[in-house]
């Protein structure tokens, strides 16, 4: 393995690219300890080179800023990455014999995630029985559903839970309050198998060049101890920036909320469900879903609860917010912002920077009120990739004349809306190139942005969007934190989103950053990933390229 820049040595990088502000062409970078000390060209790294640091052959790899995953959840990802892997069913019959085999080869719960019935051509989830007659009777089977709101269960498991009786059962397929009981007795590892699996979860995130993560922990999520477990893991993993999604009425409240954390959650929001999901049909729509006419979706929090919670963490000056994904739960959160404002002075909303998690469906009326609030969005492009095509999961829920544009992270950033991205994973792949790629191929052409818009969006916003105190996170500028991730790419290109002007351009003249082109067929390899000095990961082919001069 490289020496790690924490070691005594300098470490000199050169021989590659170096995506930098403070010099678009640089091919070299200098880190001393936990720090860059110095990027710039390669004639000026060959004269600096000597005895006192160790220097790496990049081959033409990329350095870049090390990316910050906005929507994170790190246990839930350890245990898809563990259980049953369902992602790429495309039909019932296919989900069911996967079943089947699982039973056949082990014992215990039978745990998947993944599955989306919308790709399929049956359009509908199994029932209670298909999954216990696959499993051969008598076996738990708790199926997650891509989105994680839902999920499906065998009759046997039903039964010992008594999941018949609560809010959100239709035959096997579990919703709100039945999902809850499920999740809650099923997903509740003990300490030692919780601690490895939020390990495995970090530790492919690191090799996915990611220097940070944004736990949304909550309580119908996983208990606090699994969140108060995650913050206190040690050894060199990705940085964990968490929030606590519960609802408080007042700031003595809230308070009282933290203190339970030691102060180590940024503050009362992420997963603090406002609504749920387009998938499982509890998104809060204004309309009912194309697909469910009876249904607007589910609302889980009034103006009212928004207001008191906002109302709450202003007054405290702490940052708070939701997630939301419906029309009509972005007309909530927009109400309860207003209320707050009137109470508090709109510049002490915008003070606290409060944030909202995925906004799928937004008007521009929505999105000009949020601008005027001064409220981040994190945004999962990955979603529009999965879903938004014609035929997709989008138009088959909302119908054809409204299911375009959603996610829009276009309008979002041209409207003033700081936006960040993540990738909600175990949702979908936590994989920051191909969320830069869904944004410059995003389904509606008037939404689609920059390479550059995205890849500033996945790193320095990502830090912003936190309250990082460090203005340089997220930049390789001399004095920064040596958090980065090194790259062996294809090909390095400037890219846009306009199709009427040449997308793909390696004219040096535009003084522009380099980055991987997204429409090769190899995506990015991640060789090192290192934060704050500290190596996260590395592959092992940089240790083949590097010197120590003597």
């Given amino acids: 393995m490289p020496v790690s820049p924490s070691d005594s040595k300098p470490i000199l990088y050169r021989n590659g690219s170096v995506y930098s502000a403070a010099d678009p062409f640089a091919t070299a970078m200098l880190v001393t300890a936990d720090t860059v000390a110095w990027v710039g060209s390669e004639h000026a790294a060959a004269a600096l080179a000597d005895s006192s640091m160790d220097v790496v052959d990049l081959q033409g790899a990329l350095v870049a800023p090390g990316f910050v995953d906005s929507h994170f959840h790190t246990t839930e990802t350890g245990l898809a990455i563990t259980s049953l892997d369902l992602t790429g069913v495309n039909s019932l019959g296919e989900l069911l014999d996967l079943v089947a085999r699982a039973a056949a080869d082990s014992s215990g719960t039978i745990m998947g995630n993944g599955w989306d019935e919308s790709r399929w051509s049956e359009r509908r989830p199994p029932t209670a029985s298909e999954l216990e007659n696959a499993s051969g009777g008598g076996r738990d089977v708790y199926l997650v559903r891509a989105d994680v709101h839902s999920a499906v269960v065998s009759t046997f498991l039903a039964q010992r839970l008594g999941l018949q009786q609560y809010d959100g059962w239709d035959d096997g397929f579990i919703v709100r309050d039945a999902h809850f ?92 469900n406002v609504d749920g999901s387009i998938g499982s049909h509890t998104a809060r729509m204004r309309v009912p879903y194309a697909d469910a006419p009876h249904s607007c979706g589910t609302t889980f929090m009034s103006a009212d609860d928004v207001a008191a919670h906002l109302g709450a963490a202003t007054s405290a000056g702490l940052q708070a917010g939701f997630h939301v994904i419906g029309d009509e739960g972005l007309d909530t959160v927009i109400a309860g912002l207003e209320k707050v404002a009137s109470d508090h002075g709109l510049e002490r909303v915008r003070a606290a920077r409060h944030r909202l998690e ?99 969006a996945h790193t320095r916003a990502g830090w912003r969007a936190v309250g990082a105190g460090n203005p340089l996170l997220g930049q390789l500028l001399p004095g920064a934190p040596a958090s980065y991730a090194v790259w062996e790419v294809d090909e390095l290109m400037v890219q846009t989103p306009d199709s009427r002007v040449q997308s793909w351009s390696t004219d040096p003249r535009a003084g522009t950053p380099l980055l991987p082109a997204l429409d090769t067929d190899n995506e990015p390899r991640c060789l090192e990933t290192v934060h704050r000095g500290r190596q996260l990961y590395a592959d092992g082919v940089l240790a083949d390229r590097q010197t120590r001069l003597e």
């Fill in 358 to 456: 995925h906004v799928e469906v937004a008007d521009d009326g929505a999105i000009s009120r949020l601008a005027h609030f001064g409220t981040t969005v994190s945004a999962q492009p990955g979603f529009d990739a999965l879903w938004g095509a014609p035929g997709g999961l989008y138009e088959q829920r909302l119908g054809t004349d409204r299911y375009t544009p959603m996610n829009r992270v276009g309008s979002l950033l041209s409207a003033g809306v700081p936006v960040c991205l993540g990738s909600d994973s175990p949702v979908t792949r936590m994989s920051p190139w191909q969320s830069i790629h869904a944004c410059i191929a995003h389904a509606s052409a008037e939404e689609r942005i920059s390479a550059r818009a995205a890849f500033l």
């Fill in 181 to 272: 009981a499920a999740r809650s007795a099923v997903r509740s590892p003990g300490p030692d198998e919780r601690e490895a699996l939020q390990r495995t979860a970090l530790d492919h995130a690191a090799a996915n060049g990611i220097v940070a993560v944004v736990e949304m922990a909550a309580p119908h999520i996983a208990p606090r101890e699994d969140v108060l477990s995650l913050l206190s893991l040690a050894g060199p993993h990705p940085e964990v920036l968490a929030y606590w999604g519960q609802a408080v009425t007042s700031e003595e409240e809230m308070r009282t909320v933290l203190a339970g954390f030691d102060g180590k959650v940024l503050g009362l929001g992420g997963d603090l």
